[in-house]
């Protein structure tokens, strides 16, 4: 069985940074990709960042570009989001997922379908 727990939101400033965790808890956390989605009060979930299996492609969401660096570190189960230039429009739960690719099929990180166990979220309030 797999688990994931994100940490790291909180309430901030715009223009501030924040660092977001996902903990894995399972086996074979190598073998996933991982992605972030957030969802603001009223709308619906939507992607925000990915992380293949290795960490050697990533990807993000067109709003968030150049604001956010996703990372893995496999010795430890955990992936990191790193965000900057907040802005108040960024407030929302965040949620991390993984998918398994470990059945070769390809990889598609915005379609939230692909994904396998999510998190319960960390929510992340921006200030004007």
């Known amino acids: 069985q797999v688990q994931l727990e994100e940490s790291g939101g909180g309430l901030v400033q715009a223009g501030d940074s924040l660092r977001l965790s996902c903990q894995f808890f399972?086996?074979?956390?190598?073998?996933?990709?991982v992605g972030w989605f957030r969802q603001a009060p009223g709308k619906e979930r939507e992607f925000v960042a990915a992380?293949?299996?290795?960490?050697?492609?990533?990807d993000s969401a067109d709003s968030m570009k150049g604001r956010l660096v996703i990372s893995r570190d496999n010795a430890k189960n955990t992936v990191t989001l790193q965000m900057n230039s907040l802005k108040p429009d960024d407030t929302a739960v965040y949620y991390c997922?993984?998918?398994?690719?470990?059945?070769?099929?390809?990889?598609?990180?915005?379609?939230?379908?692909?994904?396998?166990?999510w998190g319960q979220g960390t929510h992340v309030i921006v200030s004007s």
């Open positions: 992380i293949n299996w290795s960490g050697g492609n990533t």
């Open positions: 997922a993984v998918d398994w690719q470990g059945d070769g099929t390809t990889w598609r990180p915005h379609n939230e379908m692909e994904y396998d166990f």
């Open positions: 399972g086996r074979t956390f190598s073998m996933y990709a």
